[in-house]
């Protein structure tokens, strides 16, 4: 049990890197990385398990649905479903040999999974999972992430990830190497978790009208991605062969490019109502922010611990 809580500390890494892992191409899919898809598998269900340890430890001393709600373990499953059927077969299998089904993966990870697992206070969970030096490591891990995970940092880097790897000569790198691959996927779904926290970590609740600003320009050059690539006159990429989908290779980058525009602009552009719908919301009342205080006090150690650098492990600590 203790290895398992172990390994529940590098969750965040351990999701990652599973999304990092690509679908094996060619003759490099032999035994080295698919043992890695083993531990990496492993990894992710000790993840899993950490984030329900640490519900249920949360639920028995608070109570059910106190400081994590029904709601948000419900997005975490769905979170790790979307992950799953994103990276496993059917639709990892068909991915190699369309670019269209590539950027449906690539659009599952980053506003689908990416979101619904932010939602789900998993920092909160890990830590009521862990003992030890496992909670400062995750105290630490959610200090920098904090640092990272603000509007504007968020953004430069999800846009960097989005666009770089769109460009033709990493594109074709990224399908020669296995590790350059890995990192590709590394890039789309970390960048969006940061990008993602930004919003539902801290934007909504702060009413930062930064966060509606970065959801619109991400909306609007994801847009200008998928427009060129619908429109464009000639297949950009040397691996844009449709064997799945039975398309030539441009009809299969138009397609790609349509998907990535409408997917992308439907996800962004609800996610800035949404933020628009918070903030119009009333304010709630102060006899039910009092019981909501109540219900989530014994998160508030972990949560001071990721606004001030201060904080120690003792501090996250449960119990």
């Known amino acids: ?7 529940a500390a590098a969750a965040m890494l351990a999701t990652l890197a599973r999304a ?9 899919a032999t035994a080295g990385p698919i043992a890695l898809e083993i531990v990496l598998l492993a990894l992710m269900i000790a993840s899993a398990v950490g984030y329900a340890i640490g519900v249920t430890r949360l639920w028995r001393r608070a109570g059910v649905g106190r400081g994590i709600n029904a709601h948000e373990v419900f997005r975490f499953a769905c979170g790790w479903g979307v992950l799953a059927a994103a990276l496993l077969p059917p639709i990892d299998t068909l991915a190699d040999g369309s670019f269209a089904l590539h950027m449906v993966q690539h659009e599952l990870l980053m506003v689908v999974a990416a979101p619904l697992l932010v939602a789900s206070r998993t920092f909160e969970a890990w830590a009521w999972a862990l003992r030890g030096g496992g909670v400062g490591a ?18 430069w880097l999800h846009a960097a990830a989005l666009w770089l790897w769109h460009v033709p000569a990493f594109f074709d790198a990224a399908l020669d190497n296995l590790a350059i691959h890995a990192l ?6 970390g960048s969006a978790l940061m990008f993602w926290w930004a919003v539902y970590g801290r934007g909504i609740r702060a009413r930062e009208g930064s966060v509606f600003a970065a959801l619109l320009t991400t909306m609007l050059h994801m847009n200008a991605l998928g427009l060129l690539l619908t429109f464009a006159p000639a297949s950009w990429y040397a691996h844009g062969h449709a064997f799945t989908l039975g398309m030539t290779a441009l009809e ?13 602009s439907l996800a962004y552009l609800g996610a800035a109502l949404a933020v628009i719908a918070a903030w119009m ?39």
């Open 184 to 189: 590709q996927h590394l890039s789309f779904l």
């Open 252 to 264: 299969d980058q138009q397609l790609g490019g349509l998907l990535m525009w409408m997917l992308g």
């Open 281 to 319: 919301a009333p304010r709630q009342r102060p006899d039910k922010a009092a019981g909501a205080d109540a219900a989530t006090g014994l998160l508030a150690p972990l949560q001071a611990n990721w606004t001030s650098a201060a904080g120690t492990a003792a501090d996250l600590r449960p119990g």
């Open 1 to 7: 049990m203790r290895g398992l809580k172990s390994a």
């Open 138 to 155: 995750l105290a630490a891990a959610a200090r920098g992430w904090r640092w990272l995970a603000t509007p504007w940092r968020s953004w």
């Open 20 to 28: 990092a892992h690509p679908h094996g191409i060619g003759p490099q």
